[in-house]
């Protein structure tokens, strides 16, 4: 077996939910949505799939999805990408291989910050990679220049940006983005930007993408996934926006990964792409409910949170919270002792890891939120 994979163990979030599921524990762990999803987007699937082509649809899309997308932006970011710079994935983690299987050569150093999805390093070094991690911190997880300029060396090839950013919750900040963008052009990198929780922002703020930034359009990748937009996980109907030199290097590699993407999905997801404005608010307000929900109780039973502007993440502060453990044994007596699946914030580090974090997915109905707070509660006052 190839040494990357070799060394690797199952992700976090399969080996929590197979835990959750044995032990029958209320599973705030892995990111997903326990209701269904949007009712009209999936009978657009299912009609899709009945009266629609089942053959293998264009390799970069359906057109009208592209087109889903670029429209989309265009009305959501003030983006001018066109159709054509849109190409279909098989969800966000497939554009993340493409960009990086087309991007990377023997030996290409690119910047990764931690915490980080855990995708991103094994793409990396199967690509032949050498990743420079750079190390971000509670409670806000700024980027600065200077820790930029400390993991540049002239082999650096592209950084890989995630905002929002999953697992903490927090999104890059205007300055963030011109400092990184800076960056960026100076030194000659081409950014691959995971926005997958562009639409999940929560308190009115919104998501602005890299490749609207000074001297980033010819020089950004811009990747989405229809799985966080409209809380369909399962479905990964992705896909990936780039100016036509780079997008013709991402079409090669996915090509050769997938080729095309269920196209009933994708119809479904172009059917989703056009509801109005009033559709996405709705959601993210229905999210921000569950979020402050989740805060309030916790807060309550004597846990400190930290701020969590976007994604469907809340991060406990064991350390604010005067508990002596680490993540990983909060976790694991969680678990054991009350009966709910989190995720340890030290997983998302490769080295020198943040170990008073823990992870809590809220984009889960009222009762179940609830049950959960009893059970932190009843655990804080067990050992309290
Ligand atoms: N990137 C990030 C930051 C994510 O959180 C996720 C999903 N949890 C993905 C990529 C993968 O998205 P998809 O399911 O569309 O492959």
């Known amino acids: 077996m190839n040494p990357v994979y070799a060394r690797m163990g199952t992700t976090i979030f399969e080996t929590m939910s197979a835990r959750a599921r044995a032990s029958d524990a209320i599973n705030l762990g892995q990111g997903f949505p326990e209701a269904q999803g949007p009712a009209d987007i999936i009978d657009a699937a299912a009609r899709a799939l009945a009266e629609r082509s089942n053959q293998y649809p264009p390799m970069l899309g359906l057109p009208e999805l592209r087109q889903a997308v670029a429209d989309h932006y265009a009305r959501d970011q003030g983006l001018d990408l066109s159709a054509d710079e849109v190409i279909v994935t098989s969800g966000a983690t497939e554009a993340l291989a493409a960009a990086l299987l087309a991007l990377v050569s ?7 910050f931690q915490p980080l999805y855990d995708a991103y390093l094994p793409l990396v070094e199967r690509a032949g990679g050498v990743a420079r991690l750079v190390r971000l911190s509670p409670p806000d997880w700024r980027i600065t220049r200077a820790m930029l300029d400390a993991a540049w060396t002239p082999r650096t090839r592209l950084i890989v940006l995630n905002s929002p950013l999953n697992p ?35 308190d009115g703020a919104r998501h602005r993408s890299m490749i609207a930034e000074a001297g980033m359009r010819e ?19 992705g896909w990936m926006c780039a100016a036509p030199e780079l997008a013709h290097g991402l079409a090669r590699a996915h090509q050769f990964l997938t080729f ?28 921000q409910a569950s979020r402050d929900r989740l805060a309030a109780g916790l807060v309550a039973a004597g846990y400190a949170v930290l701020p969590a502007p976007a994604t469907y993440f809340l991060s406990i502060d ?14 694991d007596r969680l678990l054991d002792e009350a009966g709910v699946a989190a995720i340890p914030i030290s ?18 109905s009222d009762a179940t939120l609830d049950r959960a707070i009893d059970r932190f509660a009843a655990f804080r006052r067990a050992r309290a």
């Open 219 to 237: 020089r950004t990748i811009k990747i989405g996934s229809a799985g966080k937009m409209f809380a369909l996980t399962g479905w990964k109907v």
């Open 106 to 112: 023997p030996g290409d150093e690119v910047i990764l």
């Open 318 to 331: 064991l350390t604010g919270s005067g508990i002596d453990l680490d993540d990983v044994a909060f976790c």
């Open 168 to 202: 903490s919750g927090s999104m890059v900040e205007e300055a963030e983005l011109a400092a990184i963008a800076g960056f960026c052009v100076e030194r000659d990198l081409i950014a691959i930007c995971d926005e997958v929780w562009e639409e999940v922002t929560f």
């Open 260 to 287: 095309t993407t269920p196209p009933n999905l994708q119809w479904a997801v172009a059917y989703g792409l056009g509801r109005e404005r009033a559709w996405f608010d709705g959601e993210r307000a229905a999210l």
């Open 347 to 364: 997983a998302f580090y490769a080295g020198d890891a943040v170990t008073d974090i823990v992870r809590l997915c809220f984009a889960k």
